[in-house]
C-alpha cells in the first residue's frame, strides 16, 4: 500500500510540474481524467490525512515494540536542611543512580500491545485505501459532471443562436409581409425560454469546476472567475456488463471497509489481553550503579558509592474492580464491533446493488433515448418538409427542434449516469471498471465506434430551423 501512495505521490509530483510549465506559458493545465484522479490521490485534502494517521500508528508501533527492550533511567536527590537539633546527623543527604531496566513478565501486556499497534496500522491503511477509493469515485463523478454540464452549455448556445437567427428570419419576412406579427412573437417567446436553460447551463458548469477543484485541493484565485485548471476529452459512453453475484462477492472480499471493520474486532480481543494482564505479577530486573550519602556519622564515611542489582515484582491483589470493569468494556465494545461488520457488510451490498441498478436504469434510458433521438429528428425534417409544403405551421418546427434538442440532451444526461453508476459500482466492489466488464471484448470493439461518433455528435441542433 505504501508502495502504491509514493507511485500517486510520484504522478501527482509530474502533473504538478506540468501543470507548472503550461502555466509559465499563460495556459492553465489540462487534465484527463486519468490524470486528475492521479492528481486527487496525491494532494487530496482527505487522503492526506488518511496517510498521516498511518504514519501515527506506525509510531505506536514503535511506542509499543519498546517494552521489549531494556530501558535506561537516571534519577537523583539532594536536599539539606537549615537546622536540625539533638541530633548528630549529618545536614546533607543526596544520592545518584544510573539504571537499566529489563522486563521479565508482564502477563501478556506487552505482547498485546505490540499486537495491538500492528493491528492500528493494518486499519489504518485499510482506511486509507477506503478513503483513496472514494476519492477517486468522486473524481470521476465530478469529471464527468464537467464533462456533461460543458456539453450542456454547447447544445444551449447552439439551440439559443439557431433561435434567434430564426428571430432574425422572422422579423425580416415580417418586415417583407410574407408572414404575421404571430410568428415574430412565437420566435420571441421560443428564444427568450431557452435563455434561461443556457444561464443554468453555464451555473452549474461553474460549480462543476469548483466542486473538482476541492477533490484536487487546489485554491481558486481571488478575485478570478476562471477555473485555474481545464478537462479533456468528451463525454462517451464505454459499455459495460458486469455481473451482480459476481459484483457482491468482490465487494465481500475486497472492500477495505469491511477489512478495517474485521481489524476492529480483533483489536478488542486482544484488548482483553491487555486488560487482563493488570491482573498478573509482573516482574522487572534492574542492575544500575548508585552514588548515595551517610547521614549518620556512625555508620560510616559521608560519600558512597557502587553497583545494585535486584529484581522488582509487583502484583495487585485487588485494585477495587477497575480491571473488571475494563473487561466488561471491553467485551461491550467487541460486541459493538461486530455488530459494526455485519452492519458495513449489509452496507456495501446494498450500495453494490444501487450501483448495479442504476448502472441498468442508464443502459435502458440510453438505448431508449438513442432511438428516441433518431425519432425526434425525423420528425424535425417531416415538419420542415410539410411547412415548405404548406402543409404545416412554424410552431410545428419550433416543438419539433425544442424536441430535438431535449432528446439529446437526455441522452447525453443518460450517458452521465452511466458513468456515474459504473464509477460508484468500482468503488463500491474495490475493483476497476474494466475488472467488471464480462462483456464480449469482440462486441465491445464492434460498439466502440459507433458509440464515440454517436457521442460526439449527440446534441447538436440544427444549423437553420428552416433547412431542409
Not at 2 to 11: G, L, T, W
Not at 79 to 91: F, N, P, T
Not at 224 to 250: I, K, M, W
Not at 437 to 456: L, T
Amino acid at each position: 500500500m505504501y508502495e502504491m501512495c509514493s507511485k500517486f505521490a510520484a504522478i501527482g509530483i509530474l502533473i504538478a510540474v506540468l501543470a507548472v510549465s503550461s502555466q509559465a506559458f499563460g495556459a492553465g493545465p489540462v487534465y484527463t481524467i486519468d490524470q486528475a484522479v492521479a492528481l486527487a490521490q496525491a494532494q487530496n485534502p482527505d487522503i492526506v490525512i488518511a496517510r498521516k494517521k498511518v504514519i501515527g500508528a506506525r509510531g505506536g508501533l514503535i511506542e509499543a515494540r519498546s517494552g521489549f527492550l531494556p530501558s535506561l533511567s537516571s534519577s537523583g536527590l539532594y536536599d539539606k536542611r537549615q537546622q536540625q537539633s539533638q541530633s548528630q546527623l549529618r545536614q546533607e543527604d543526596y544520592n545518584a543512580t544510573l539504571k537499566l531496566e529489563q522486563n521479565l513478565y508482564t502477563g501478556g501486556q506487552i505482547t498485546s500491545q505490540r499486537a495491538i499497534a500492528r493491528l492500528n496500522i493494518e486499519k489504518q491503511n485499510y482506511e486509507l485505501q477506503e478513503t483513496a477509493s472514494h476519492v477517486t469515485m468522486d473524481v470521476r463523478v465530478a469529471f464527468n459532471d464537467l464533462l456533461l454540464n460543458r456539453a450542456k452549455v454547447r447544445v444551449r448556445q447552439d439551440s439559443v443562436r439557431v433561435l434567434d437567427e430564426e428571430l432574425k428570419s422572422q422579423q425580416q419576412s415580417f418586415n417583407a409581409g410574407i408572414v404575421g406579427n404571430l410568428n415574430v412573437q412565437r420566435a420571441e417567446v421560443a428564444l427568450a425560454n431557452e435563455q434561461p436553460e443556457l444561464f443554468n447551463a453555464q451555473t452549474q458548469l461553474k460549480d462543476s469546476y469548483l466542486r473538482l477543484g476541492d477533490l484536487f485541493g487546489v485554491d481558486a484565485g481571488p478575485g478570478t472567475a476562471a477555473a485555474p485548471f481545464e478537462v479533456s476529452g468528451e463525454l462517451q459512453y464505454q459499455p459495460n456488463h458486469p455481473d451482480l453475484n459476481d459484483c457482491l462477492a468482490r465487494a465481500d472480499a475486497n472492500r477495505p471497509l469491511i477489512k478495517a471493520r474485521q481489524k476492529d474486532i480483533e483489536i478488542e480481543d486482544q484488548q482483553y489481553t491487555l486488560d487482563r494482564s493488570a491482573m498478573r505479577p509482573h516482574v522487572r530486573a534492574f542492575s544500575g550503579y548508585e552514588v548515595y550519602s551517610e547521614r549518620d556519622p556512625a555508620v560510616g564515611p559521608e560519600f558512597n558509592y557502587g553497583y545494585v542489582v535486584g529484581i522488582n515484582a509487583t502484583w495487585n491483589i485487588f485494585d477495587g474492580f477497575a480491571t473488571k470493569g475494563r473487561i466488561q468494556a471491553t467485551r461491550a465494545r467487541r460486541e459493538a464491533a461486530v455488530q459494526a461488520l455485519a452492519a458495513a457488510r449489509r452496507a456495501v451490498a446494498s450500495e453494490v446493488r444501487s450501483a448495479f441498478f442504476d448502472l441498468q436504469q442508464a443502459d435502458r434510458v440510453l438505448e431508449t433515448e438513442t432511438s428516441n433521438v433518431q425519432a425526434a429528428d425525423e420528425a424535425l425534417e417531416i415538419a420542415k418538409s410539410n411547412f415548405a409544403a404548406g402543409l404545416g405551421t412554424q410552431l410545428d418546427i419550433l416543438q419539433a427542434a425544442s424536441d430535438v434538442t431535449r432528446t439529446r440532451t437526455t441522452r447525453l444526461s443518460a450517458i452521465y449516469l452511466h458513468n456515474v453508476a459504473l464509477a460508484r459500482l468500482a468503488h463500491a466492489c474495490a475493483s476497476s471498471a474494466e475488472a467488471l466488464n464480462f462483456a464480449s471484448k469482440i462486441e465491445n470493439a464492434k460498439n466502440e465506434k459507433r458509440n464515440a461518433a454517436q457521442a460526439a455528435d449527440v446534441a447538436r441542433p440544427p444549423e437553420k430551423l428552416g433547412q431542409r
